[in-house]
């Protein structure tokens, strides 16, 4: 796809940002938000450098698109850069998170279940709208919010689906002592399309680069801002404590020592699909 697209000129690529950004209407901010060593809290420091180097090279009005999972709030600090190093310079900050599975980007880019998009100014939502224009072709419903709105979707909808994994696997540990069938349990309760069959698979805990980290950037936030979040501080929890508890299923089913022995494992990374080996619970 890359390859057709390039060679029909409908996509380059370049490492000079400040050309590249000057003849742009909308620039988008993609980097990565790791969680911060010691505290837990996102690190922004990526968001920030781009948007530093972006403020330099903008002409005329441009929209700066936050597309990076970014805590409540970084879409004003975008926009106190500009304000405060180019004040004379027209931009307008969007929040415009993505919902890609991993695995399956491609098609969730395509045919999304929904394209949030957290604006005020009205010249920025007309261009948002002209971005993900070909997408009306699929029916893609464009949701416009506030910025801090947009912001908070990603979080809260990555919490969820962690919440959900989490208590399909705590279900699991409860089959297991009671004699019966999670699977069958997963699919029955999955048939209420109030709950759905998505994220009802019993393992040893959600992993990947997004979860982990979001999960507990939202927990943090919401520290900070004096509102916990009891449920996500107790899923991030149970899911830490469960891979140690599928080390211990692991050891008592080896007799009660792995000492000497050499173990198998099939399935490393988080999830199917990918090779992505980031916070999977298998390892280290």
């Known amino acids: ?48 450098a781009a948007a530093r180097e972006i403020a330099a090279a903008v002409t005329g009005f441009t929209v ?3 597309k990076s999972t970014v805590p409540v709030g970084t879409g004003d600090e975008v926009e106190r850069i500009f304000r405060e ?16 599975r991993e695995g399956a980007a491609i098609s969730d880019f395509k045919r999304p279940d929904r394209i949030v998009v957290g604006a005020e100014d009205p010249r920025a939502m007309d261009a948002m709208r002209e971005v993900y224009r070909p997408l009306y072709l699929n029916e893609a419903p464009l949701f416009f919010c506030e910025r801090r709105t947009s912001e908070l979707i990603k979080y809260a909808a990555n919490a969820f689906l962690a ?15 009671i004699g019966a069938d999670v699977q069958k349990v997963a699919k029955g309760i999955g048939m209420d399309k109030r709950i759905g069959d998505k994220f009802l698979h019993a393992g040893p805990g959600y992993g990947g680069s997004c979860f982990p980290k979001d999960t507990l950037a939202l927990v943090k936030t919401a520290q900070d801002y004096d509102s916990p979040v009891r449920l996500i501080e107790t899923t991030v929890a149970i899911n830490d404590n469960r891979k140690r508890a599928m080390g211990r299923k692991v050891i008592a089913a080896c ?8 173990i198998a494992i099939l399935g490393l990374t988080f999830k199917p699909n990918t090779d992505d080996m980031r916070d999977a619970p298998p390892s280290p």
């Open 85 to 100: 190093e180019f004040p004379d310079k027209d931009v307008a900050v969007v929040s415009n998170p993505e919902f890609l």
């Open 163 to 177: 919440m959900k994994i989490t208590f399909i696997n705590e279900i699991a540990d409860l089959c297991e002592t």
């Open 255 to 262: 007799d009660g020592s792995v000492r000497g022995k050499k």
């Open 64 to 66: 700066i698109v936050t």
């Open 1 to 48: 796809m890359i390859a057709n697209n390039a060679a029909a000129g409908r996509l380059d690529f370049t490492l000079d940002l400040a050309t590249a950004v000057a003849e742009a209407d909308v620039v988008f901010i993609a980097v990565g938000t790791p969680s911060r060593r010691g505290d837990g809290h996102a690190d922004l420091s990526y968001v920030y």
